[in-house]
C-alpha cells in the first residue's frame, strides 16, 4: 500500500514562507513518476500548484511562477515544495501527489496524501 504524508503547513503572513514536504512509503519498492502538489479551497475543485516528473521537468501555475519552487529527492521518495512571498490568495488545502504510469498505453495510477492546511493572512 503506497502511503504520502504531507508536513509544513500552517499559519503565516502575506509575504511569509512556507516549505512543504511529503514523503511517500510503500510496503514494496514504488518510484512514482510524476509528482506533485495541489491545491483546493471551499467550493473549487483541487487545481495543480506544481508538478515534477521523474526527469526533473517541471511545471507551474501561471499564480505561482517565480514565487514556489517544486523539488524531489527520488533516492528518498519525497517532494517538496518551497513557497516564497505568499499571498493570501496561495490559501488553501495543499494535497501531495504521486503518479505512477503502469501500462504501455500510459494508463495511470494516482496517490494522494491527506493534504495540510496553508493559510496565509493579510
Known amino acids: 500500500q503506497v502511503r504520502l504524508v504531507e508536513s509544513g503547513g500552517g499559519l503565516v503572513q502575506a509575504g511569509d514562507s512556507l516549505r512543504l514536504s511529503c514523503e511517500v512509503s510503500?510496503?514494496?519498492?514504488?518510484?512514482?513518476?510524476?509528482m506533485g502538489w495541489y491545491r483546493q479551497t471551499p467550493g473549487k475543485s483541487r487545481e495543480l500548484v506544481a508538478v515534477i516528473e521523474s526527469d526533473g521537468n517541471t511545471n507551474y501555475a501561471d499564480s505561482v511562477k517565480g514565487r514556489f519552487t517544486i523539488a524531489r529527492d527520488s533516492a528518498k521518495n519525497t517532494v517538496f515544495l518551497q513557497m516564497n512571498s505568499l499571498k493570501p490568495e496561495d490559501t488553501g488545502v495543499y494535497y501531495c501527489n504521486a503518479k505512477k504510469v503502469v501500462n504501455v498505453e500510459g494508463a495511470t495510477v494516482n496517490y494522494w496524501g491527506q493534504g495540510t492546511q496553508v493559510t496565509v493572512s493579510s
Open positions: 510503500s510496503g514494496r519498492r514504488f518510484s512514482p513518476d510524476d
